[in-house]
Every structure is written in C-alpha cells, then in structure tokens.
Nanobody
C-alpha cells in the first residue's frame, strides 16, 4: 500500500520559514513526478511546486523566489523549503506523486497518490 506522509507544518509569523517533508512508503519516489499543492478554506487546491526525478522543477508564480523544492531519493523524501512566509500562504499543504511521470503536472488531476496534508498558518 502506497502512503505519502507530510510533516513540518505549523503556526509561524510573517517572514518566518518552514520546511515541509513528504515521505513515501510502499513505493520509491526515485522515478516519480512529485508535486506540492495547497488548499485554503473555501478555495480550490492550487499548485505550488513540482519536481521530476531527472531534476526539472517548476513553481507557481506566487512562491517563486521564496519556496524551494528538493528531493532526497536515498531517504525517499521530498522537501518544500518555505521562506519569507506571508499570511496568504496559509493553507493545508499536500504532496502528491505521479508514478513514472514525464510531465511536470501543475493540476491535481495529474497525480495518483496524495498525502493527508499538513496545516501551515502564517500570522501577520
């Protein structure tokens, strides 16, 4: 059974940093497209960042220059480093995997496996 588990969320102040982790069990991330999405109350699930197994990365415009996605295949974990956080970054953050994908999907429909989400709250 495949499981993705996010961790690292919390309550921080504007300008602070957080690092989210997405750990996989039941499969290896090494050949997957792994994306990060977020969903604020009453809003749709939005794309944040995506990384491919061969090193390609893409970010939403709203997080470019502030967020960095990375992966450690030895630990089967993908990270999202979030710096200079803003109140509008407040949301539940999800990681998702597209097995053996070749396209940097930026919509939720492009992913097969999802984590349960971790709450990030940024106070002003």
């Amino acid at each position: 059974q495949v499981q993705l588990v996010e961790s690292g969320g919390g309550l921080v102040q504007a300008g602070d940093s957080l690092r989210l982790s997405c750990a996989a069990s039941g499969r290896t991330f090494s050949r997957d497209i792994v994306g990060w999405f977020r969903q604020a109350p009453g809003k749709e699930r939005d794309f944040v960042a995506v990384t491919s197994w061969h090193g390609s990365i893409n970010y939403a415009d709203s997080v470019k220059g502030r967020f960095t996605v990375s992966r450690d295949n030895a630990k089967n974990t993908v990270y999202l480093q979030m710096n200079s956080l803003k109140p509008e970054d407040t949301a539940v953050y999800y990681c998702a995997a597209n097995p053996f994908g070749s396209v940097l999907q930026t919509t939720p429909q492009g992913y097969k496996y999802w984590g349960q989400g971790t709450q990030v709250t940024v106070s002003s």
